[in-house]
């Protein structure tokens, strides 16, 4: 079974300044996609990032960068400029292309500190 | 667009009581999830449906059950609530085909039982 690991429960970051958060994976398939989802207070979970594993380049949204590194099943998110509405839980997840469902990570509560 | 609608948005009930949350979904997924989030923590997975007519277990099922009757319906029933599954719970929809694989959720439902 697929399984997702964030390393981190919690982080901090002064504003402005630029943070990593850690995603760690186990899978035997070669095809997947990777996502960073964002929980701010509100509950909402708003899709922040997704990396398709057969694409060699790192996605990029504006601030939001990953590290997708295939061999080391490791997908880390990369927040730069740090902004106060940037405080929230980070969950990555996971989901392959057979019929498996979408798997999380327990999350990384981030705060951003004025 | 409606997304992920899910109800009720709160619901108190007491130990013994049963329930159904309702989840529907106007872009026609093939995918639905219900997991549940205890307090600080990460998403659990409850159950899934990959087509109408087809669910399965997810990591955490004791408890509940589902049905799919169509594509766009996933109902989750609590039989015999008990404190335990104080939560929130929410649902959620995806495509899962290799153009669209981004999980929609809805705003989820917050139930306590006392």
């Known amino acids: 079974a697929q399984t997702v690991t964030q390393s981190q429960p919690e982080m901090s970051v002064q504003e402005a300044e630029t943070v990593t958060l850690s995603c760690t994976y186990d899978?035997?398939?070669?095809?997947?996609?990777l996502f960073w989802y964002k929980q701010p207070p509100s509950r909402q979970m708003i899709l922040v990032i997704r990396?398709?594993?057969?694409?060699?380049q790192n996605a990029t949204e504006n601030r939001f960068s990953v590290n997708f590194q295939k061999a080391a099943k490791s997908f880390s998110l990369k927040i730069s400029d740090s902004q106060l509405g940037d405080t929230a839980m980070y969950f990555c997840?996971?989901?392959?292309?057979?019929?498996?469902?979408?798997?999380f990570g327990k999350g990384t509560r981030l705060s951003v500190i004025a | 667009n409606a997304g992920v609608t899910q109800t009720p948005k709160f619901r108190i009930l007491k130990i013994g009581q049963s329930m159904t949350l309702q989840c529907a979904q106007d872009m026609n997924h093939n995918y639905m999830y219900w997991y549940r989030q205890d307090p600080g923590m990460g998403l659990k997975l409850i159950y899934y449906s990959v087509g109408a007519g087809i669910t399965d277990k997810g990591e955490v099922p004791n408890g509940y059950n589902v049905s799919r009757s169509t594509t766009e319906d996933f109902p989750l029933r609590l039989e015999l609530a008990a404190p335990s599954q104080t939560s929130v719970y929410f649902c959620?929809?995806?495509?899962?085909?290799?153009?669209?694989?981004?999980?929609?959720f809805g705003q989820g439902t917050r139930l306590t039982v006392v």
């Open positions: 997840a996971f989901v392959d292309s057979g019929n498996t469902p979408l798997v």
């Open positions: 959620a929809s995806s495509a899962q085909d290799s153009l669209n694989t981004e999980a929609f």
């Open positions: 899978t035997s398939e070669n095809n997947y996609y």
């Open positions: 990396q398709e594993a057969y694409k060699q």
